[in-house]
C-alpha cells in the first residue's frame, strides 16, 4: 500500500478526487482527514487514503503487471465491495488464475453469479404440513413482527388456512407479552407465555391440536451471559425432532456481525435463516454471501414493518435479480 495525500473543499470531495484518479474497483482506505486554511484563509480538507501498490504504479506510468490488467483483481473487488466474503470468492477465484477466463470481465461476472444462483438455498413454503417454528436471533432484528407476519399468513391462507397459535418465551422484555398479545387477540390466536422449561413442555402439549404454533423468544445480545444461559436451557429442553428454528437476521447487518450472531447460536440446531429489513439496505450482499458460506436456505423476507404485507417466502430468482441490480448501483 502507498499513502497519497488529496485536497479538495470538502474530505468527501477529495475522497471523490481519489475516487477518480484510481477508479472505482481500486481498494482505497481513508486513513486520516484534516482540516487546514490555506493562503487565501480558505478552510480546505485534507485526506491521505492508502492505494493498492499496483494501482500506484499504474498510476506513475510502471506497469506493474506488465502482462494483462488485472481483470479478476477487479471483479473480486467488486463483489467484496458488494458484500460476498472473501472465503466464498477465492476458492472460485483463484484457480482461474492465468486462464484466459481471467482476463474477460463479463465471463467471470457470469461465472460467479451462475455460481451464487447454484448455491443460494431457499426453503419452500409448504402450505399444508404441521408446523411448530421457532425464531430466534438478537435483539431488535424484527423477531415478533416476523412472528405477526407469519401467523396471519398461515391463519388466512386462502388455500390452505391453517389453526395457529402463539407461545411467548420472552419473559426478559418489559411489553413482550403485549405486543404479542395485540397480535393474537387480533387474529383471534391462542396465546400462551411460558418462562419455564416444564411449562414449555406443557404449552406444546395443550396446543398440540393446533397445525401451527410460532414461538417467540428473547433477543439475545451476545453480551448478555444471563439470558444467554436461560435461553439455551431452554432451547435445549426441546423435543427436538419436532421443533424448526429459524435465526432471524438483519439484511443491514455486516458480514462479520452476522457471523458473530451465527455462532452464537449454534447450541441450536438452525433450519433456515429469516432476512429481515430488506428495505432498509441496498446491499443485500453480505446477507446472502453469509448463507451462501454456511448452506443454510433463507425460508422469508421481510420488506418493512407492515403486518401483514411486508413478508415474502424467499424466492431465489428475485434475491439474484436484486443482487444483480445492486451490482450497478
Ligand atoms: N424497516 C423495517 N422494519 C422492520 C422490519 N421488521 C421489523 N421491523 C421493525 O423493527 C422493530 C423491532 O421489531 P420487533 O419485531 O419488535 O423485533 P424483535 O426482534 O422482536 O425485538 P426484541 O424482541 O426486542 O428482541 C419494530 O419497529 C419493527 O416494526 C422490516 O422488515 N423492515
Ligand atoms: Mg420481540
Not at 422484555?173 to 396465546?191: C, D, K, N, S, W
Amino acid at each position: 500500500m502507498v499513502e497519497e495525500t488529496f485536497t479538495a473543499p470538502t474530505p468527501r470531495d477529495a475522497f471523490e478526487l481519489a475516487r477518480e484518479k484510481y477508479g472505482v474497483f481500486s481498494a482505497l482506505k481513508l486513513l486520516r482527514a484534516t482540516q487546514v486554511q490555506d493562503e487565501a484563509g480558505h478552510l480546505r480538507a485534507h485526506i491521505v487514503v492508502s492505494v493498492p501498490q499496483e494501482d500506484y504504479l499504474a498510476s506513475i506510468g510502471v506497469d506493474a503487471a506488465p502482462s494483462q490488467p488485472d481483470v479478476l483483481g477487479a471483479i473480486h473487488r467488486m463483489m467484496r465491495d458488494k458484500g460476498l466474503p472473501a472465503s466464498w470468492l477465492d476458492p472460485l477465484l483463484d484457480p482461474l488464475r492465468g486462464d484466459s477466463m481471467a482476463e474477460d470481465k463479463s465471463r467471470l461476472l457470469s461465472y460467479l453469479l451462475e455460481e451464487m444462483d447454484a448455491h443460494l438455498r431457499v426453503q419452500p413454503e409448504e402450505a399444508q404440513t404441521r408446523k411448530r417454528l421457532m425464531l430466534i436471533g438478537p435483539t431488535g432484528v424484527g423477531k415478533t413482527t416476523t412472528l405477526a407476519k407469519l401467523a396471519a399468513r398461515y391463519t388466512l391462507d386462502p388455500l390452505h388456512p391453517r389453526s395457529v397459535a402463539l407461545i411467548n418465551l420472552d419473559t426478559f422484555r418489559v411489553g413482550a407479552y403485549e405486543q404479542m398479545e395485540h397480535y393474537a387477540a387480533t387474529l383471534g390466536l391462542t396465546h400462551r407465555k411460558v418462562d419455564t422449561i416444564e411449562g414449555f413442555g406443557t404449552a406444546l402439549e395443550e396446543l398440540d391440536d393446533h397445525e401451527v404454533v410460532l414461538i417467540d423468544t428473547a433477543g439475545i445480545s451476545p453480551y448478555d451471559i444471563g439470558r444467554l444461559v436461560q435461553t439455551v436451557e431452554l432451547l435445549k429442553s426441546l423435543p427436538e425432532r419436532e421443533i424448526e428454528t429459524a435465526l432471524v437476521i438483519s439484511a443491514t447487518a455486516k458480514y462479520d456481525d452476522i457471523e458473530a450472531i451465527y455462532d452464537h447460536f449454534s447450541f441450536v440446531e438452525i433450519h433456515s435463516v429469516i432476512l429481515t429489513k430488506f428495505d432498509e439496505t441496498r446491499r443485500i450482499g453480505e446477507a446472502l454471501g453469509f448463507v451462501l458460506e454456511k448452506g443454510v436456505p433463507i425460508s422469508y423476507v421481510s420488506t418493512g414493518q407492515e403486518v401483514p404485507d411486508d413478508l415474502e417466502p424467499a424466492d431465489k430468482e428475485q434475491l439474484m435479480i436484486r443482487f444483480v441490480e445492486e451490482l450497478h448501483v
